[in-house]
């Protein structure tokens, strides 16, 4: 069993910048995959960024340029830098590990671990 634990989320003007964190009670170079999802009120949950165990990225085509994924398996923590964040960025952000397949565009059912979530608000 993982453990998944997400912080860093919060709120911020359009423009500005947030890093988020996800801890994992576990080796993450064991999880393979991980990935950061988010949900906005009334939407599906939507694949943002995956980092499979080679280093290799996928991002939704929205954030391109903009988000940054990268994990540090010393720390076992994954992270998500995000710039020039927009309204329609704000959402529920979900940190989760575990999937075969590995880009952005994977649903969660593919996922087996999942952290709680932190709120992203972008607006001025």
């Known amino acids: 069993q993982v453990q998944l634990v997400e912080s860093g989320g919060g709120s911020v003007q359009p423009g500005g910048s947030l890093r988020l964190s996800c801890a994992a009670s576990?080796?993450?170079?064991?999880?393979?995959?991980m990935a950061w999802f988010r949900q906005a009120p009334g939407k599906e949950r939507e694949g943002v960024a995956t980092m499979d165990r080679d280093y290799i990225t996928s991002y939704r085509d929205s954030v391109k340029g903009r988000f940054t994924i990268w994990r540090d398996n010393d720390k076992n923590t994954l992270y998500l830098q995000m710039n020039s964040l927009k309204p329609e960025d704000t959402a529920m952000y979900y940190c989760?590990?575990?999937?075969?397949?590995?880009?952005?565009?994977?649903?969660?059912?593919?996922?087996?671990?999942w952290g709680q979530g932190t709120q992203v608000t972008v607006s001025s």
């Open positions: 989760a590990a575990d999937s075969l397949h590995c880009t952005a565009s994977v649903g969660p059912g593919s996922f087996s671990y």
């Open positions: 576990t080796n993450i170079y064991g999880n393979g995959c």
